[in-house]
């Protein structure tokens, strides 16, 4: 009986003492991989053509760790589109949900993909560009802000 209860005892410790490791956006701010920063990669493009028109704007977004590489990340993100002559554009993804979180991650390109609806399409226009305002809001409630442009090729 003596034997049980220590078994017992020793296992409530071992489950209470136990601690999971702390995973981005976590409650561990040490978890070494977490994102640390954001950009907007090169691949970012406008999608169609002069002619058809331009009908979306497709960013890629890479979140880095502290050495700079790229990681998944967790938090809300918020694209401020702004194109000449129209009115400004704002899509936002929440990858705090799972599946949405899933759904504009590419694994073999390790970047999240957004799109941006452009109503009514460019056409006739030679090369249009775009100012992106990319707002990342953490779990933790910092925000990183980063701007770029983005031009069709």
Not at 13 to 42: D, E, L
């Amino acid at each position: 009986m003596v034997m049980v209860s220590l078994l017992a005892f020793m296992l409530v410790a071992a489950v209470a003492c136990h601690t999971t490791p702390g995973v981005p956006g976590g409650p561990m701010s040490s978890y070494p991989y977490a994102p640390a920063g954001i950009r907007i990669h090169s691949l970012s493009r406008f999608d169609g053509s002069e002619t058809d028109g331009y009908k979306s704007l497709e960013l890629w977004i890479e979140f880095l760790d502290p050495e700079g590489e790229t990681s998944r990340g967790v938090g809300h993100i918020q694209a401020n589109v702004t194109m000449s002559e129209r009115p400004p554009v704002v899509a936002s993804v929440n990858l705090d949900d799972p599946q949405v979180n899933a759904k504009a991650w590419d694994s073999p390109l390790r970047m999240y993909r957004i799109a941006v609806e452009i109503k009514p399409p460019f056409a006739g226009l030679p090369k249009p560009s775009a100012h992106i305002t990319l707002t990342w809001m953490t779990r933790e409630g910092a925000r990183i802000v980063i701007n770029t442009t983005v031009s069709a090729r």
